[in-house]
């Protein structure tokens, strides 16, 4: 297991109620972000595949909100002390322990993945079989709904992030990854969190062709 996953996964389980605290309700907050899952979660519905896979779920709280938006969701997480909590905040739901690089998922059997903020901590050399990962997952026509941390800059930028190091994108060049991996993207939300890193919230939705 490369490094950065070992360090990853003993940050989050140091900070397990901690993180769950500070976001497992933040979504009444955020605005952007609901109508970005509600707007993923009705395409999903389109498709006739309900099955969807929240990739890197922390707590479980997103994975709950696409359940009630009509999906068949399930959560995956690399620290199994977030899958623990998750299965005692939402006990109807699954969750399970899996590495995004090896998800535990037949070839095109979703048509649906989430990656909410959870490729942050990937270093930028390795993004590219994750991508894949998850587009070998999808079923075609399935939808991606990514968001990550944007910079204007041309390359990807190391940040100390709360919990471990972390990454932001420049858009573009996330979404030419995107096309690299065999998907599509087409819906692009940018917006500033006003946050004291000075990054934007980038949401994007890509389909595989």
Same mark, same amino acid.
Request: hydrophobic fraction near 40%.
């Given at each position: 297991m490369p490094n950065h996953q070992d360090e990853t996964r003993t940050a989050y389980d140091g900070v397990v109620d901690l993180y769950a605290s500070l976001? !497992? #309700?933040?979504?009444?907050?955020?605005?952007?972000?609901? $109508?970005?899952?509600? &707007?993923? $979660?009705?395409?999903?519905? #389109?498709?006739?595949?309900?099955? &969807? !896979?929240?990739?890197?779920?922390?707590?479980?709280?997103?994975? $709950?909100?696409l359940h009630d938006l009509g999906l068949d969701a399930f959560g995956l997480d690399l620290s199994p002390a977030m899958v623990e909590h998750a299965r005692r905040a939402h006990p109807a739901l699954r969750f399970d322990e899996a590495r995004m690089e090896s998800l535990p998922v037949e070839d095109g059997a979703l048509g649906g993945v989430l990656a909410h903020y959870s490729m942050i901590h990937t270093p930028p050399a390795e993004l590219p079989s994750l991508l894949a990962e998850q587009a070998r997952a999808l079923a075609p026509g399935g939808l991606l709904l990514?968001?990550?941390?944007?910079?204007?800059?041309?390359?990807?930028?190391?940040?100390?992030?709360?919990?471990?190091? !972390?990454?932001?994108?420049?858009p573009d060049l996330f979404a030419a990854l995107l096309t690299d991996a065999g998907l599509t993207p087409f819906a692009r939300l940018l917006h500033d969190p006003a946050s004291e890193r000075?990054?934007? #919230?980038?949401?994007?939705? !890509?389909?595989?062709?």
């Amino acid at each position: 297991m490369p490094n950065h996953q070992d360090e990853t996964r003993t940050a989050y389980d140091g900070v397990v109620d901690l993180y769950a605290s500070l976001f !497992a #309700d933040r979504l009444e907050t955020r605005p952007f972000t609901r $109508a970005m899952l509600g &707007t993923f $979660a009705e395409l999903v519905r #389109d498709t006739g595949n309900l099955r &969807t !896979a929240d990739v890197g779920c922390g707590p479980g709280h997103l994975t $709950a909100m696409l359940h009630d938006l009509g999906l068949d969701a399930f959560g995956l997480d690399l620290s199994p002390a977030m899958v623990e909590h998750a299965r005692r905040a939402h006990p109807a739901l699954r969750f399970d322990e899996a590495r995004m690089e090896s998800l535990p998922v037949e070839d095109g059997a979703l048509g649906g993945v989430l990656a909410h903020y959870s490729m942050i901590h990937t270093p930028p050399a390795e993004l590219p079989s994750l991508l894949a990962e998850q587009a070998r997952a999808l079923a075609p026509g399935g939808l991606l709904l990514t968001s990550f941390f944007g910079t204007d800059g041309p390359e990807p930028v190391p940040f100390d992030h709360k919990v471990t190091t !972390a990454y932001s994108w420049p858009p573009d060049l996330f979404a030419a990854l995107l096309t690299d991996a065999g998907l599509t993207p087409f819906a692009r939300l940018l917006h500033d969190p006003a946050s004291e890193r000075g990054f934007l #919230d980038v949401h994007v939705t !890509a389909r595989l062709t």
